[in-house]
């Protein structure tokens, strides 16, 4: 059902794991499956983020999405972040099936929820 670039990620995955000092957290989850993902950011004062990592209780194409997911963000700013789209994560992973396409969009969902929580909290601190 995988192919083979998935299968080697799902078995190595990177990015694994909360991430010591991330001031970002997002937090989604697919009713339909159960599965639910978490994505940790460290955002530097520029807005640039500067690692990120996850974590994610669900099928090996979560998992692998939110890996990759998280190497596409890196370095980036949250403005081109947010701009993600789960195809880019797609085509990185050489295609997902078709009944999977939604585990990727749990990444671009979790990314996002992650920098709605950044941006609240900065917001709240400047009051
Ligand atoms: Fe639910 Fe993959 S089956 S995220």
Redesign the pocket.
Known sequence: MYNEKVMDLFKNPKNVGELPGANAVGKVG?E????I?QIFLKINDNEIIEDASFKTF??A??IVSSSVACDIIKGKSIEEALKLENQEIIDYLGGLPTH?I??SV?AKEAIEDAISNYRKKQAKAKK
């Open positions: 697919n339909a499956c159960g599965d993902m669900g099928c194409a979560a999977k939604h585990c749990l």
